[in-house]
Structures are given as C-alpha cells and as structure tokens.
C-alpha cells in the first residue's frame, strides 16, 4: 500500500470551510493481516501507548452514538441535526475500525479484553443511564454526558490534529495501513470537530457546565491511558514484562516526535476553558479534507481508490 503523508494545511480560515460542511460517513476498509504486532519499528512502548487507542475508542464511540442518539429529540435546529446525524454515521464506523485492530491484536496473542472490560464499566455504568430519574432530571443527565462527550472530543481534535501533523511516525517508517487508520479517523475528528461542542451549547448555553466536565474528562483520560498503556506493556507476549512505562522513555519518544507534546495538550485544554472559545479555532477542515481525498481507505471506501 502506498504511504500517505501529512498533507500540509491550507490558508482558508478554518470556520469558513467548517460551515460548508456535510458530514458523510466513509465505510472505510482496513487489512490488518501484515500488521507486526510492534507497528512502530524498534519502539514497542510508542506503539502501544497509540494501541491504548484501539482499547479506549470503541466503547467510547458506541457510548457516544448512544448518548446522541438520545439527545437528538431535543435538537430544535435542523442544521445541527443533520451534524448530528453525520456525527454518529462516522462515530459508528470509527468504533468497528478500531475494535477490528482489537480483534488483530488477539492474534497475535496479545488478549486487551480484560482492561477493555474496565474501559466498558466506566462508560456502561460510571457514565452510563441512571434509572428511576424524573424527566427533568433524566434530560439534565443526558446533557450532563453531551458535555462530557463535548470535552473528550475536544481531546480527540487534538490528537486528530497532531497525527495530520506527525511526520516523526513517517521517518520512523510506521506501519502505512495502521497510518492511514491513524489518520483517517483524526483527519474525521478534525472534520466534526465542533458537533459535539455546537450540541452542548444548543442544550446548555452557560459555561459552568463547560468548565465542570472538562475537569471530569481531563484526568479521567489520562488515568485511562496511562492503565492502558502499563497493561499492554504487561501483556505483550514478546516483552514478557522487561519493559515499564516510565516518564523518561515518554519525553524521549517525544522527542523523536512519535507521541503529541503533553505541554501542548494542556493549553489546549485551557484553551478550551475560555469563555468564547469555538472547536473551530483547532485544526484545520481544509487540511482533514485534503488527507481525506488521498487516504488510501477513504478513496476506496468511495470507489475512487
């Protein structure tokens, strides 16, 4: 399969491109049997703190598709609607590309079922539907977890950007069709950026809550990585627990360019906390599309590969 790279972002201010948007899900395709089980040459550990993706994003996204689909009888402008509908076609087809890589990585011998059946509590039941609520309180529940998808998807624009932007995984020759994955699901993050934010604030246009759930969100993302990542390091069949996670093997990864900088990540998230901040200000559509026409999955999911 031929490599893409990173396609440079355009001058067109991103706002502009964003509000001609149709959102449209790409039933992409993904062959994983040349995958090796350490997809970033000679780095297992880079490889899988970006497997932690694979673990955390199924259930998140089916968790989010059920969350929207919920809030739809309370959207009132048609627009939005209609991103919220392209907003789920898309989160569906994410959550089974991902949960396909799962399915590899079984095997290969490496079993991720017990830390995804913690990642499923979380969302199932930490964030999941509280019954016997008034309907009043149901729907400030609902909202309440239309926030907290707002949050995590402000992350999720992060990494989508970073991954457009990474060519330290192209120079350490990374797998091209795990790249493509990559890339194609930021490029669509990039794209959908603000659905989840413009729902928020079409529900709860205050800021309390904004601030609240990103609080909640923030860590808990972290928390999850960072299991995630000292899980897979311990049950990979070819380590056989010589490697730990450590700070310092991060920043030198970093370095090399193959992880997001976590001092970026975090004014991204203050960023976010400003009182007129806008999902649009991060990233950039006109560069999500551009990949979008050259990614080897989304051409041939449209018949043009």
Known sequence: MPRPT???????????????????????????????LHWVPDEPMATHILNVLHLLLPEGERWFVKVFKEALPLVRDEQLREEVLGFI???????????EVLDHLLGQGLDPRP?????AWVFQRVLGERPGLSPARQ?????????????????????????LNSPGLDRAQADPTMLDLLRWHGAEEVEHRSVAFDLLVHL?????????????????LVRLWVRGV?????????LDGRLRPSWREAYRI?????????VKSIRSGLR???????????GSSSQALGYLATSPAARAAAGTG
């Open 204 to 220: 709860d246009p205050g800021y309390v809550r904004r601030v609240r759930t990103m609080a909640v969100a923030g860590p808990l």
């Open 89 to 99: 076609g898309q989160e569906a087809i994410h959550a089974e590309a991902h949960q």
């Open 6 to 36: 990173p396609v440079p972002a355009l001058a067109a201010p991103a706002a502009r491109v964003h509000d001609s948007l149709v959102l449209e899900p790409r039933d992409v395709r993904f062959d994983w049997a040349g995958l090796p």
């Open 115 to 119: 830390y995804v059946r913690q990642v």
């Open 272 to 282: 976010y906390l400003k009182p007129g901040y806008h999902p649009t200000l991060e």
């Open 139 to 163: 729907r400030e529940a609902l909202i309440e977890r239309v926030a907290a998808i707002a949050a995590i998807e402000h992350y999720t624009a992060f990494l989508g950007n970073w991954i």
């Open 230 to 238: 000292r899980f897979l390091l311990a049950a990979d069949p070819t």
């Open 254 to 262: 970093t370095r090399r360019g193959l992880l997001p900088d976590p």
